[in-house]
């Protein structure tokens, strides 16, 4: 996609215009970046799931049950 | 009673799709501006994140973005322009995010913030989401034009569309 649309909202009217070099080098900037930043959400995500996961078996090997365990995260 | 809110444009993307949308030469006889968008992008994805920029620039925008899955919750400050996320092409057939963008005080000399409700709609249990966002355009310069991209899709599809809304105190 080459194009924006950009509406001048003096006149009301709305033009298609060319990308320019500058925009497409955000454009790819931000996708790296975004790339970068969405492994490391879900990084964390997963980090604080295996936490979860190995605190919750650690409480049922002493003796809790599942009901148990999960009234503690209430 | 005057009017003090008022549609200034719309714009609805066409069959070829389109990079980004963006509003220039905004009036500056308004208080605050709204932007209300319905968006999807052409991302080989469920979700991408919709970016802002102002007066034609990408810098010096900062945030902090609330956001809810399915099974998690939690915060980020690492896509600074995001408002939130956009459906992208492997999401729901015909389903199109949301959101609203708030903007107080657009010509005012200090620094700008803004405030995002987003959603993106997809049948699932897994994989949508719901956005807050609390940004801050640090620039003193009056905001006359505003830009709505993608982060990784490379166009909005055809009907995403997004209104301009001005907003008077009195």
């Not at chain 2, 609805?12 to 949308?21: D, F, H, K, L, R």
């Not at chain 2, 919750?73 to 896509?79: D, E, F, K, M, P």
Request: hydrophobic share 40%; charged share 15%.
């Amino acid at each position: 996609m080459t194009h924006k649309l950009v509406v001048d909202c003096s006149t009301g009217v709305t033009t298609e215009v060319e990308l320019t070099a500058e925009e497409i080098a955000q454009a790819e900037a931000d996708a790296a970046a975004f790339a970068v930043a969405e492994a490391e959400r879900i990084a964390a995500e997963e980090a604080k799931a295996a936490a979860k996961a190995a605190a919750e078996a650690k409480l049922a090997a002493l003796g809790l049950t599942a009901e148990e365990i999960a009234a503690l995260s209430k | 009673m005057a009017t003090t809110y008022e549609a200034i444009a719309t714009v609805t993307v066409g069959s070829g799709g389109a990079a980004s949308i963006e509003f220039t030469s905004i009036p500056a006889t308004y208080t605050d501006l709204k932007i209300v968008y319905s968006a999807r992008n052409n991302r080989v994805d469920t979700t991408d994140h919709i970016l802002i920029g102002f007066n034609g620039g990408t810098t010096s925008i900062t945030n902090r973005q609330l956001y809810g899955f399915a099974t998690s919750v939690g915060s980020i400050t690492s896509v600074p322009r995001s408002v939130g996320y956009v459906n992208s092409a492997s999401a729901t057939t015909n389903t199109f995010s949301n959101a609203e963008v708030y903007i107080p005080n657009y010509t005012s000399s200090n620094y700008k913030s803004y405030s995002a409700d987003n959603v993106d709609e997809n049948n699932t249990s897994g994989d949508n989401g719901l956005w807050l966002t609390a940004g801050l355009w640090s620039s003193t310069s009056a905001i006359t034009s505003i830009s709505l991209t993608s982060n990784i899709g490379t166009a909005f599809v055809q009907y995403s569309t997004a209104t301009l809304y001005g907003i008077k105190n009195s």
